[in-house]
C-alpha cells in the first residue's frame, strides 16, 4: 500500500479507536470530580500532578515530573460587592478577583465611573476622573466576529492591564466586565498583573450581567459600589510538569511535544480549559500506541504546570531542554476547548504550512477544514524563541460556546459532549502521524 491509501487507513484505525473504544471522556471525569479544580500552588493542583503520573503510567509510558518554580495566589474565603443606586436602594453583585490581584483589606467604598476600553479610561484618568473610584471597564465581545477567540482577544487588555491604568490615575479598585460571550450572571475570572511602577489596587471580574445593570443605573445617576476580598499572593513554591514519552523509530533524538495545561482556575472544574486538552493529547498518544502506529520521532506528552497565572511550567520545560541539548521539531498544543474540531492553526515556516495543507483532502472527511497559519499556543509559545524555526500547531475546535464557561464556574464536565471530546483526540493523533511521516 502507498502513500494517500495507506494514511487512510491509519485515519480510519485512528478514529475508530477513538470512538468505540475512547478513553479520553472517562479521564476527563475523573479529573474534574475526582481532582476538581486545581490553581497552581493549590492541594488540588499537586493531585492532579500525581493523577496524571498515575494515569500515563498505567499506560505503560516512561513517565516523569520535571520539577518547576510556580507562582502562588489564594482566593481566599471573603469575595462580595454590592451596589448602591442613585434613588439609594443596595443591590448585591457577584465578584470574582482576578489572579494576582490585592484584597481590599476591609470593606471599600466609592462611587462608580464607568469607562467603556483602556482608551477611554485613560481619557477619563487624563481628565482627573477616575481619583478615588472605583472604575468599572465595559467593554462588551464584538457579537459580530465569527470566532469567539478574536473577540476574546480584544477584550484581553482589559483584563491584563485595566487594573494597573487605573491605579495610574489614583483609581481605589477596578471591576471589569467579564470576558464572555453571553449576558448570565456569572463572572469569569482571568489573570492581571501589575505594573511595577504602580501602586496594587484590587480588580475583579463582574458577570456580564451585572455589567449590564451597573451601566443602567450608572445612566440614572450616582452609583457607590462597596467591595470585600481577601486574596493574596504568597511566596513562590515548587510544583511538577507531569512528562511522558514513547521513543521514535528512526529519529529518536528528534522531539515532537505535544501537551495542554494541568492547573485550571480555581471555580467550576477546568473541564473545557484545560482539562479536555490534558485528555486529548493523553488519548492520542494511547490511541497511537495501541494501534501500534509508530512514529519516526520521540512523541513526548507535557502536562503543563501553571498556564493561567503565570506560565511557569512551560518556561521550565523550554529552559531544561535548551539546557540538555534537546532537538525540537514541532509542537501541538490543545487548549481551546473540548468543542467539535475545525482544524489547526500553524506557526511555523510556509513548508510547513504548505505540508499540513497538504492533507486537507485526507482530512476532510472527518471535519477537519480549518488548515492555516496561526497561533499555536500559550505553553508551546515558550519554545519559539529557543527554537528558532519550529513548528507549533494549535488545535482549534469550534468557539462558539468556550467563552459562556471560561475560567467561571459553569466550566463543569457536564458541558463537554463525549463525542465531540473523542474527535479532539482523534483530530490530534492524526495530524501528529501526517506531519512525523511526511516531514
Ligand atoms: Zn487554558
Known amino acids: 500500500m502507498t502513500g494517500q491509501s495507506s ?54 509510558f516512561e513517565t516523569r515530573l520535571q520539577e518547576t518554580p510556580i507562582p502562588h495566589w489564594e482566593r481566599g474565603t471573603l469575595e462580595s460587592g454590592w451596589y448602591k443606586d442613585a434613588s439609594g436602594k443596595t443591590y448585591k453583585i457577584k465578584i ?7 484584597g481590599t483589606d476591609g470593606l471599600m467604598r466609592a462611587k462608580a465611573v464607568l469607562a467603556h476600553d ?7 484618568g487624563e481628565a482627573g476622573k477616575l481619583k478615588d473610584k472605583i472604575v468599572v471597564i465595559d467593554q462588551p465581545f464584538d457579537q459580530k466576529l465569527i470566532n469567539t477567540f478574536v473577540a ?7 483584563r ?43 480588580g475583579a471580574a463582574i458577570s456580564t450581567q451585572a ?43 528528534e522531539i515532537i511535544t505535544i501537551g495542554g495545561h494541568l492547573d485550571s482556575w480555581d471555580v467550576g472544574e477546568g473541564a473545557h480549559d484545560d482539562g479536555a486538552g490534558i485528555v486529548h493529547c493523553i488519548e492520542a498518544m494511547r490511541i497511537l500506541n495501541t494501534r501500534g502506529i509508530k512514529l519516526k520521532r520521540t512523541l513526548r506528552v507535557v502536562l503543563y504546570m501553571n498556564e493561567e497565572n503565570g506560565v511557569y511550567g512551560a518556561k521550565t520545560y523550554a529552559d531544561e531542554a535548551i539546557k540538555n541539548g ?3 521539531v514541532f509542537a501541538l498544543e490543545s487548549d481551546a476547548g473540548g468543542h467539535t474540531p475545525r482544524g489547526f492553526s500553524l506557526d511555523g515556516p510556509a513548508e510547513r504550512l504548505e505540508l499540513m495543507q497538504s492533507f486537507s483532502a485526507l482530512l476532510y472527511p472527518y ?73
Open 96 to 102: 470574582l478577583a482576578l489572579g494576582s490581584s490585592i
Open 118 to 124: 483602556i482608551e477611554h479610561l485613560k481619557t477619563l
Open 211 to 253: 455589567a449590564e445593570e451597573l451601566k443602567a443605573a450608572l445612566k440614572q445617576g450616582e452609583v457607590e459600589i462597596s467591595l470585600e476580598m481577601d486574596c493574596r499572593t504568597y511566596p513562590e513554591g515548587i510544583s511538577h510538569n507531569v512528562i511522558a514519552e514513547i521513543k521514535g523509530s528512526e529519529f529518536q533524538d
Open 367 to 439: 471535519g477537519l477544514n480549518e488548515l492555516e497559519k496561526g497561533y499555536g499556543g500559550v505553553d508551546i509559545n515558550r519554545l519559539k524563541e529557543p527554537y528558532e524555526g519550529i513548528t507549533l500547531i494549535g488545535f482549534r475546535p469550534d468557539s462558539q460556546r468556550y467563552f459562556n464557561y471560561h475560567h467561571s464556574e459553569a466550566d463543569v464536565f457536564e458541558t463537554v459532549n463525549k463525542r465531540e471530546l473523542e474527535l479532539g483526540s482523534a483530530s490530534i493523533a492524526s495530524i501528529i502521524y501526517l506531519m512525523d511521516r511526511h516531514w
Open 326 to 328: 534537546e532537538k525540537h
Open 7 to 60: 494514511d487512510s487507513l491509519i485515519l480510519r484505525s485512528i478514529y475508530d479507536e477513538a470512538l468505540e473504544h475512547g478513553e479520553c471522556y472517562e479521564n476527563l471525569r475523573s479529573l474534574c470530580k475526582d481532582v476538581g479544580a486545581r490553581l497552581t500552588g493549590s492541594a488540588e493542583a499537586e493531585m492532579a500532578v500525581q493523577w496524571g503520573k498515575d494515569l500515563l503510567t498505567s499506560y505503560g
Open 160 to 202: 491584563g492591564n485595566g487594573t494597573s491604568e487605573a491605579a495610574r490615575y489614583g483609581a481605589k479598585a477596578v471591576l471589569i466586565r467579564s470576558l464572555a460571550t453571553p449576558i448570565d450572571d456569572h463572572p469569569h475570572t482571568g489573570s492581571m498583573r501589575y505594573d511595577e511602577d504602580v501602586k496594587q489596587i484590587p
Open 152 to 158: 476574546y482577544g480584544a477584550c484581553w487588555p482589559i
